[in-house]
């Protein structure tokens, strides 16, 4: 574990590291941030946005809290999307999950946590919206991993629900919602393959927020 002085010491090294690689770094990276990425993930300190996908500083647009949630009265979340949908023109929007993860395990454990109660309850919220499934798993483990995934799609369908994803998303062809579980174990990201657009149409039933049912209604079309 590095001291605290010595953060700073790999600081320097970090510096001259990158301006050995490319003598302009420095000066490229103030002038403005472009990512195509943003990156919702767990604040757990194993699970690194950039270095687990192999991203250089300005590639990636990132929010991590404890357990990836995507709740639509946090505004710190909101924020971050809205942002990085409207300003940024973010291409894809992953949320970004992982085994063993504290958040989730606490979430399944049935006990007062005190104020972490209201931030759990959304992932008891999951393991409920998907109890038939979740109760069928006899072991333990490969329940606790499973609720991470569906934790994981229950966000990302979070994000697919935000107005400014919907009407990007109708104008433009993107961003595109992703879900992955990084697995501490081996080091790997997996693709939950989620259909992105199937979602989307079979939310918009009730979350259509692109303004067009509305339209279409005033219009006395369909
Ligand atoms: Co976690």
């Given at each position: 574990m590095a001291t605290y002085e010595q953060i700073f010491e790999n600081n320097r090294k970090w510096v001259a590291d990158m301006k050995a690689k490319d003598t302009d770094f420095f000066e490229k990276l103030a002038r403005e941030q472009t990512p195509d990425y943003l990156y919702i993930g767990c604040?757990?300190?194993?699970?690194p946005a950039n270095e687990i996908m192999g991203l250089e500083p300005g590639d990636v647009f990132v929010h991590r809290n404890v357990a990836n949630l995507v709740n639509n009265t946090d505004l710190n979340v909101m924020s971050v999307i809205n942002f990085a949908v409207?300003?940024?023109?973010?291409k894809h929007i992953i949320v970004c999950g992982h085994y063993n993860c504290g958040g989730v395990k606490a979430a399944m454990t049935?006990?007062?946590?005190g104020l972490l109660n209201p931030w759990l309850r959304t992932i008891r919220d999951v393991y409920r919206l998907h109890e038939d499934e979740l109760d069928s798993i006899t072991d333990e483990q490969k329940r606790y991993s499973r609720l991470v995934e569906l934790n994981v799609i229950e966000q990302a369908t979070n994000v697919i629900k935000i107005a400014g994803v919907q009407k990007n998303y109708q104008k433009q062809g993107y961003p595109i919602v992703h879900g992955w579980v990084f697995d501490l174990h081996s080091g790997i990201l997996i693709d939950l393959n989620i259909d992105f657009k199937n979602i989307l149409k079979r939310i918009q039933k009730i979350?259509?927020?692109?303004?067009i049912a509305s339209k279409h209604n005033e219009d006395g079309d369909d």
């Open positions: 604040s757990d300190s194993r699970v409207k300003h940024l023109d973010v049935p006990k007062d946590m979350y259509d927020l692109t303004g």
